[in-house]
């Protein structure tokens, strides 16, 4: 019976093991929804503002403060999502090369690219 108590332990082992995965699997994608929303709450604030400036005015305050408050929400269940899933791989002992590219950066202003001006398309123009 000792082989089948062996065996047995293997099997849970194996299916704990399973479930883990599963479950990261389960809260990385959650994870990634969530920071999607934040992200298109936070472009809609950018178009709000950029429409507002556009049109020679701002934003109207409640407008401004509604967008902003669903941005704050979204990017805080984001937050919450990615710190339980490193809480997760940390527990499991598992590290992935891509966590550092797939958590939000914290300062998404800066991290922006920068868009260049474009070269004038004929040089004998000027």
């Keep these: 019976m000792v082989i089948w108590d062996k065996v047995k332990q293997g099997i849970d082992k194996a299916g704990k093991a399973a479930q883990d995965v599963f479950d ?17 709450a936070a472009e809609a604030l950018g178009y709000a503002v950029f429409r507002a ?3 020679g005015g701002e934003l109207e305050a409640d407008a401004r403060d509604r967008l902003i408050a669903a941005l704050r929400a979204q990017d805080a269940e984001a937050r919450r999502l990615e710190t339980e899933l490193a809480a997760a791989r940390a527990a ?21 690219p920068v868009p260049q ?4 398309s004929d040089p004998q123009v000027g």
Excluded at 95 to 104: E, G, I, L
């Design 24 to 40: 990261e699997g389960k809260l990385r994608l959650d994870a990634y929804r969530a920071r999607e929303q934040a992200d298109k």
């Design 117 to 120: 001006a474009a070269a004038p």
């Design 53 to 55: 400036a556009d049109a």
């Design 92 to 112: 499991n002992g598992t590290t992935h090369p891509d966590a550092a590219s797939s958590a939000a950066p914290s300062d998404p202003v800066s991290s922006a």
